[in-house]
């Protein structure tokens, strides 16, 4: 597609239901990235993929967090039993490969919030 | 200390003068500086990156990198009320192979008319 694409856009869940949150990278981008955004608050990273496999989950903040990629495409983040602390602005963004100099184009987000 | 510092201001300029933004990040092998703009509900967007030393000019946009002093700027001239927003600095992990961006947290920037 033309840009990076988040599905759901908003997501209202109740506390301890599991959530899925789907990315569709930019057409071609070898690279996809989650980060979380709370309000008011930076950009914080979760995980990475090259391709299918991921050399850096080092964000994910607990193992109610995974995340996986299928096909060098999609990606889905999924959170398990979730708690109100996970409400936030879930960003996917995708890159082309190392030589692009990890120029990222972001998706417009996955609203959250656990009630 | 955090990997990438910015003040969260607010820092608000006048129309039609110089925004000044600044940076510092910690990591001394960082290769690659990204600024991004974040308007209140949406996504960050590029503005402007920078690999070397010195400046680099685009528009009303300047990034100065200086890595000695391990420090990043953006310059906005000609403040406009649009230009109102987030602004925020990422940098490249040094790692070999790790493509991440470490985000600031941003500095709001307010234009008043």
């Known amino acids: 597609g033309a840009g990076v694409s988040q599905s759901p856009s908003n997501k209202v869940t109740e506390k301890g239901k599991d959530v899925e949150l789907r990315c569709d990278p930019i057409s071609g981008h070898t690279a996809l990235y989650w980060y979380r955004q709370s309000l008011g608050q930076g950009l914080e990273f979760l995980i990475y993929?090259?391709?299918?496999?991921?050399?850096?989950k080092s964000g994910l903040p607990s193992d109610r967090f995974s995340a996986e990629r299928t096909g060098g495409s999609v990606s889905t983040l999924t959170i398990q039993r979730t708690q109100q602390e996970d409400s936030a602005v879930y960003l996917c963004a995708s890159s082309s490969s190392a030589n692009d100099g990890n120029t990222i184009y972001f998706g417009e987000g996955s609203w959250l919030t656990v009630v | 200390q955090k990997e990438v510092e910015q003040n969260s201001g607010p820092l608000s300029v006048p129309e039609g003068a110089i925004a000044s933004l600044n940076c510092t990040y910690s990591?001394?092998?960082?290769?690659?500086f990204f600024w991004y703009r974040q308007y209140s509900g949406k996504s960050p967007e590029l503005i402007m990156f920078i690999y070397s030393n010195g400046d680099k000019e685009d528009g009303r946009f300047t990034a100065q990198l200086n890595k000695a002093s391990q420090y990043v700027s953006l310059l906005i001239r000609d403040s406009q009320p649009s230009d109102s927003a987030t602004y925020l600095c990422a940098v490249n992990a040094a790692n070999f192979g790790n493509e991440k961006l470490t985000f600031g947290t941003g500095t709001r920037l307010t234009i008043i008319p």
């Open positions: 993929f090259q391709g299918n496999s991921a050399p850096d």
């Open positions: 990591d001394r092998g960082s290769q690659s």
